[in-house]
């Protein structure tokens, strides 16, 4: 078994504005493929991490002030509920309440948060995880094994709807055994190689015993004050956080319908911080003095090709598909050049992504001929797009460009984001989606099975899908990486999605802002982790 990687910032992700509608995962699914670990590493608020700082050379940190965020993608039907998190703001207001056993550090690799142990047995049949000793609710009940206990009977209570019940199927939840004040063995139905990780992703907030939604209470970097939907939230410090207390007294967020209104919160000082910028928002705060943060998020909005939909249905025309995107231009147009190029498969960051796959190139001779061949030169499709992340609707109008090249005729079918994730959602024959970071086991249950709540594409490989099972059951890391090669290369030649770019995340503040620092998981502010963040 492998080492931990050296503890960084504990960090969480939030889902989707359509995770609702995606559910929980169908099956065992598991996340990342440094599965097996007996960590002795944390991951926490208190470090800042090795990343880059943003703003101003200033003093030393210092204590105190009010941190005004301005964000967009709010809804009226938005709640603090850590086991269901549905809008980005949903899961980042949880992030500042709640911690969870396990979490990404800003590399996206997931290290210990409020557990000092979470090791399995030989055959990752059973689990053993112990909490931190000392760690306090904010309303100073301490951290115990039965916290633990009943946070995965919630999330497994079919009447919580939790999000993260379907990724973790394969524990028997009901006969957890408290081991001692701090320990717990988990018992688990089949093997679960991946549960070290799976942990580390969006659903796992530890809650206490008799949680009440009315009032919540966590062990995190702040203690709930307010919240008003699509307007507003309110948080304090938490003096006695386990991970350091933070730097801000507090954080006051308000809510935006539109990004320029945003913009101009914070050129007008009405806030200090807003996230999740276009590029078209870029020069516009740089030439009014404001400070950009810009991270290569492993966030994707990929294009989807629904295998059951013809002309889908012949691997041909996916093929064709996959080479008509011009991948570099995409990424100038629609972020000036900030991202990463894509490849078609998706968990940049994992340890287990394939980096000796060749990289699809632009060939748009190439696919006119393997059109010619299946049948379908001088094609017409429709393609469905939505505002549902930055640059979507735009990267659809160039891939429309592109493709005639090809001999192509796209037309686009603009669709409200209601719509776009409606009854529809997973049915569109041509469209695009969004997802944010995965570790790749993890995104392999959610989009690729045929259990899957985000199986769009529709892909039926019985080698594959044969392959994720022995994953599952595959102890040795390596040996789990060389499975999950073997997958990735199947997904490059034969399945629905085109990746072009994991898109850049763009964030903006006032001078008197410091410590924000990137991150790789498609969130803002190191993963809206604001223990570290002080004020001039």
């Known amino acids: 078994m492998n080492p931990p990687p050296v503890p960084a910032p504990r960090n969480g992700a939030p889902m989707s504005r359509r995770s609702l509608l995606r559910g929980a995962l169908t099956g065992a699914a598991a996340l990342g493929a440094g599965g097996i670990l007996d960590a002795c590493g944390s991951a926490t608020h208190s470090s800042a991490g090795t990343g880059v700082s943003s703003g101003p050379a200033a003093d030393a940190p210092r204590k105190g002030g009010t941190l005004r965020l301005a964000m967009t993608g709010a809804s009226s039907t938005d709640e603090i509920n850590p086991l269901l ?81 379907g990724a973790i199927t394969t524990i028997d939840s009901a006969n957890i055994k408290k081991l001692d004040r701090l320990t717990v063995r988990i018992p688990c139905r089949a093997p679960f190689s991946t ?157 287990a992504y394939d980096k000796s796959l060749p990289q699809r190139p632009h060939d748009p001779q190439q696919a006119k001929h393997l059109l010619k061949q299946a049948g379908h030169d001088g094609l017409n499709i429709t393609l469905v797009t939505s505002d549902i992340a930055q640059g979507t609707e735009s990267v659809a109008q160039i891939f429309a460009q592109q493709a005639k090249a090809a001999g192509v005729n796209v037309t686009l079918q603009t669709q409200t984001v209601t719509d776009f994730y409606g009854p529809n959602y997973l049915k569109w024959g041509f469209a695009q989606d969004f997802w944010y970071y995965n570790p790749y086991f993890f995104q392999v249950a959610a989009a690729m099975l045929p259990g899957g709540t985000g199986n769009e594409c529709h892909f039926a490989n019985t080698r594959y899908f044969d392959l994720y099972a022995e994953a599952l059951r595959t102890i040795d890391d390596a040996k789990r990486t060389e499975i999950a090669h073997e997958m990735q290369t199947i997904e490059w030649n034969e399945d629905g999605y085109i990746i072009p770019y994991f898109a850049p995340v763009i964030d903006a503040h006032s001078k008197k802002v410091h410590g924000a620092v990137t991150t790789r998981t498609a969130l803002s502010f190191n993963d809206f982790d604001f223990t570290r963040i002080w004020m001039s």
Not at 199 to 208: D, G, K, N, S
Not at 226 to 231: G, K
Not at 271 to 290: E, Q
Not at 326 to 347: A, E, K, T, Y
Request: hydrophobic share 40%; net charge negative.
């Open 85 to 165: 998190q549905v809008t980005n703001v949903s899961t980042a207001m949880d992030l500042q309440i709640f911690d969870s056993l396990v979490a990404f550090d800003r590399n996206a690799i997931p290290q210990l948060s409020l557990a000092d142990e979470v090791t399995p047995n030989a055959d990752a049949t059973e689990w053993t995880i112990r909490v931190k000793d000392g760690v306090t609710f904010h309303n100073g009940k301490d951290l115990t094994a039965d916290d633990v206990i009943y946070t995965f009977q919630q999330i497994q209570d079919p009447k919580n709807t939790a999000v993260g019940a």
């Open 195 to 351: 549960l070290f990780s799976t942990l580390a992703a969006y659903y796992y907030f530890v809650i206490p015993v008799g949680f009440d939604r009315k009032n919540p209470v966590g062990t995190g970097p702040f203690k709930f004050q307010s919240f008003t939907p699509a307007v507003s939230a309110s948080f304090v410090r938490n003096d006695h956080y386990w991970g350091g207390a933070p730097y801000l007294d507090g954080m006051s967020w308000s809510f935006f319908a539109q990004e320029a209104s945003q913009v101009n919160a914070l050129l007008s000082g009405q806030a200090d911080a807003v996230s999740l910028l276009s590029s078209a928002s870029m020069s516009t705060v740089r030439g009014s003095g404001g400070v950009l943060l810009i991270s290569d998020g492993g966030g994707w909005t990929p294009f989807t090709m629904n295998c059951n939909t013809a002309p889908f249905t012949d691997v041909r025309v996916r093929q064709a598909f996959k080479l008509m995107a011009d991948r570099q231009q995409m990424l100038q147009q629609v972020f000036l050049g900030n991202g990463v190029i894509g490849n078609d498969v998706f968990s940049i960051w994992d340890p």
